[in-house]
């Protein structure tokens, strides 16, 4: 038996949402590379305390990848990991040359929003599938982003 036997979920439904699954997947590789890059370009006024941050980021960010992709395979699917196949389906653009904090900053709150509002979409189709276990991690990550964007907004003020 496969484990969608066992979990009890259809395998067209599995895949459905599988496809969300592997555009969050894109849009967070992009944002993890994106996201690294502010971490080492990272200059001027607050640089010690940025730096940091989006360190942590992209640690947090390596970590969901790894979890969506292995949600994909309960699933029954295999999780991309081409570059060239991320940049194909995301939402998330590549960025470059930006050393600026507030810039850095403004990326990621944009980001954020996108990432967010896929994330949504992917709770209501899971959810429409009885797919719990899928809607409790999106509703994890919701609630931590939500802070983080208060976070970076009041940073900004």
Do not use: C
Not at 58 to 69: G, P, S, T, V
Not at 133 to 138: E, F, K
């Amino acid at each position: 038996m496969k484990t969608l036997d066992y979990i009890k979920i259809e395998k067209s439904k599995a895949n459905e949402i599988n496809s969300h699954l592997e555009q969050l997947l894109a849009d967070l590789q992009i944002f993890y590379t994106n996201l690294r890059g502010f971490h080492w370009n990272i200059k001027g006024k607050g640089f010690f305390q940025l730096h940091s941050k989006f360190e942590e980021l992209y640690n947090d960010i390596n970590e969901k990848a790894d979890e969506i992709a292995e949600r994909i395979l309960i699933l029954g699917g295999r999780p991309t990991n081409k570059f060239s196949d991320y940049i194909k389906i995301s939402r998330i653009k590549e960025v470059s040359d930006i050393d600026n904090g507030e810039k850095a900053i403004e990326n990621i709150l944009e980001t954020l929003s996108v990432i967010m509002k896929r994330e949504r979409e992917i709770i209501e189709i899971a959810s429409k599938y009885e797919d719990e276990s899928t809607v409790a991690i999106m509703s994890d990550y919701l609630k931590e982003q939500e802070k983080l964007v208060w976070m970076l907004v009041a940073h900004q003020s």
